[in-house]
């Protein structure tokens, strides 16, 4: 391997590749369901040597003009971005959840949408963040119908202290924590594991596009997508890259922080043999995770932005 400046350099007889670690395209602040300011998240970002950074809360944009100026500040580029929650597009393998040991597959998938051209206060962010509306608004009576079934469960928690947790959208991490706090849970996890996770006692299903939908809608307004990490859906990766090539997707984010290198490698062999690109993303949410944003070796001629 050969270092040089900001990236890696593989090298082996049949092929060079030009790695970088200076890009993370998948983050999350107070406005969804990060733990940080949109500034923390900025000043996080830089101090893990990331150039390149989109924030991409879950269902919202609202983070757009802050994280533009944080950005600038400390001295990286921003890239609008946001991830949407969306209908499950394929039905989970069995084989699969089992060869990647996990239990059930998510009952959503997620799409990132990245616009490196476009700015908050353009006339297709405007008409793009028309589009999210409903599926904030929707958030709100899910999250209260979810508070009733754990109250007929015997954990009561007041919606308000949900709410005052979420800068914009509101989501089921408000909600872990606000379990915690009130001693139903010692954790977020045991939160997700045992109460609101997909299919749980305390779960509500949420409206939400198709993916083909979400798609259509972001190319109108002049952005690429990449589907968010794909281990989570339980899907072999040449269907599911087959899959997102049928309906437009144009990456997949094969570099995400919950792959294995071996996972990893697979996805993106499978984009590149089908002709999509691929994402990088630490899906950074917070420090109180054990996380930290950055850090995600990409072989850069392959990224989707």
């Known amino acids: ?45 830089r101090a893990n040597d990331v150039e390149y950074w989109s924030l991409t809360d879950h269902d919202t944009i609202s983070g757009w003009e802050s ?15 946001v991830e949407i929650t969306c209908e499950r ?40 963040a028309q589009w999210l509306t409903p599926l904030q608004d ?12 754990l109250a007929d469960l015997g954990m009561p928690i007041d919606y308000e ?9 509101i989501g089921r991490p408000h909600l872990a924590q606000a379990m915690v706090e009130y001693g139903y849970v010692e954790s977020k996890l045991e939160a997700f594991e045992r109460w609101i ?44 890259a087959e899959f997102c090539k049928e309906i437009g997707v144009d990456a997949i984010e094969a570099f995400h922080r919950s792959h294995s290198d071996e996972y990893r490698y697979e996805l993106w062999q499978a984009c590149r043999n089908i002709g999509l690109q691929i994402s990088c993303g630490s899906d950074f949410h917070g420090q109180s995770y054990a996380q930290l944003p950055g850090r ?10």
């Open 1 to 45: 391997m050969i270092y040089s400046n900001h990236n890696l350099i593989r090298v082996n007889a049949f092929s060079l590749y030009v790695w970088t670690q200076r890009y993370d395209l998948h983050s999350h602040s107070t406005n969804s369901d990060g733990e940080h300011s949109v500034e923390s998240v900025a000043k996080l970002m």
């Open 67 to 81: 994280a533009e100026k944080y950005a600038k500040s400390v001295g990286i580029n921003f890239i609008p971005g």
């Open 89 to 128: 597009g394929l039905p989970p393998d069995a084989d699969e959840l089992d060869r990647q040991s996990r239990e059930r597959a998510s009952k959503s998938w997620h799409l990132l949408a990245y616009f490196p051209t476009l700015k908050h206060f353009d006339e297709p962010a405007l008409r793009f």
């Open 138 to 149: 929707n958030r709100i009576p899910r999250m209260k119908e979810m508070i009733d079934k």
């Open 161 to 169: 202290v949900v709410a005052e947790k979420a800068e914009g959208s």
């Open 197 to 240: 996770g997909d299919g749980l006692p305390a779960h509500v299903a949420q409206p939400k596009p198709s993916i083909a939908e979400a798609v259509e809608m972001v190319s109108k307004c002049g952005g690429v997508t990449s589907l968010a990490h794909p281990l989570y859906y339980g899907v072999p990766s040449t269907r599911l």
């Open 296 to 305: 995600m070796p990409t072989p850069i001629d392959d990224l989707c932005v």
